[in-house]
């Protein structure tokens, strides 16, 4: 049934399909991602949407889970130790405090105040550290988890590969390091321009471009067209030439150029995760570029063209064994 949905294109009912025949009937999840004709499928959003739902798959949430720990994987470990310390000052501040009791209302074996007071200021440093490093490693570990949300969501975002082709950027995963460039369509054209004379070695890199017009149209460029279309249409009709000429048709695009320039499908949903990223990086502006890594973290991002000679020295070529123990690696945004 699923088999012949993909066929028909069908792809939300065919990954309905699937997690219906998972969860209902028997079939296992390893099946539907080793069967060659649901191959299509698996390369959509509609795939990724329908795992949150299929017995054993790894849901969304599970995911940002597992990602968020790998980020500090003994932060775990050193919140609960934190606790139990700060749980044990909290035990011991009580006994102090009932020990203190004791001296005030005095008694033959009462212990010396000093000693007491000494313990009920050293308890009480420990309960305010422990409690401190407990709330670093929770803040920390909230705004990683929001850092792994926003990559998720990130990954669910699509691009235009083909004229008939639309996959997630998730599938990008391991090969490509995409760069989201946004701006009007004068800056794009001028940041696309300066990258020229790189285009080669970038490759060798991975990187790959995803223009994103944040703006209708650059004014001027606009200004210029209608100027121009008006110029043209009153020649015409003074010479008496009133039948516009043919389009010229634009040459097909190489397979070279579509790895290096991807086009940003359901540009709405972008311009949104885009909004987000700029809050959390604290980038104010429309111009602005963002680097993804393999492992689809957020690597960089600012204001105006992406620095792109930097990158040569700062990336590795995606055959260099740097690329296999240090991409993924450090802060990110």
Not at 168 to 176: D, I, L, N, W, Y
Not at 310 to 328: E, I, Q, V
């Amino acid at each position: 049934m699923a088999c012949c949905l993909v066929k028909d294109k069908q792809w939300q009912a065919a990954a309905d399909a699937v997690s219906d025949a998972c969860n209902n009937y028997g079939l296992k999840y390893a099946v539907a991602l080793k069967d060659p004709d649901l191959r299509q499928l698996r390369e959509r959003r509609e795939w990724l949407d329908a795992t949150e739902n299929i017995k054993g798959a790894v849901s969304k949430a599970s995911l940002v889970e597992l990602r968020s720990e790998a980020k500090a994987p003994f932060r775990l470990i050193r919140m609960f130790l934190t606790l139990g310390a700060g749980a044990a000052a909290v035990v011991s501040l009580g006994i102090t405090l009932y020990a203190l009791k004791g001296v005030l209302q005095g008694g033959k074996d009462a212990p010396e105040l000093n000693g007491v007071l000494l313990n009920v200021i050293i308890n009480g440093l420990g309960i305010a550290g422990t409690s401190w490093l407990f709330q670093r490693d929770l803040k920390a570990r909230q705004r990683d988890r929001s850092s792994v949300e926003r990559e998720e969501a990130l990954a669910r975002l699509q691009v235009k590969v083909g004229s008939d082709r639309v996959v997630p950027v998730a599938k990008f995963r391991g090969s490509t390091r995409p760069v989201l460039i946004a701006g009007s369509k004068g800056q794009i054209s001028r940041t696309l321009q300066a990258a020229k004379p790189f285009i080669s070695e970038l490759r060798l890199r991975g990187v790959s471009v995803i223009p994103l017009e944040s703006d209708a149209a650059d004014f001027t460029q606009t200004l210029k067209s209608l100027k121009q279309e008006f110029k043209s249409s009153k020649a015409a009709d003074s010479k008496g030439f009133g039948a516009p000429k043919p389009v010229q048709q634009v040459k097909q695009v190489s397979n070279e150029d579509k790895k290096w320039q991807l086009e940003a499908y359901e540009t709405a949903e972008w311009l949104e995760w885009l909004e987000q990223q700029k809050k959390t990086a604290n980038v104010k502006g429309d111009n602005v570029f963002v680097q993804i890594q393999l492992d689809g973290t957020v690597r960089s991002s600012g204001l105006g063209s992406p620095p792109w000679e930097k990158f040569l020295s700062d990336l590795a070529p995606l055959d260099d064994l740097r690329t296999r123990f240090t991409d993924g690696m450090g802060r990110s945004q």
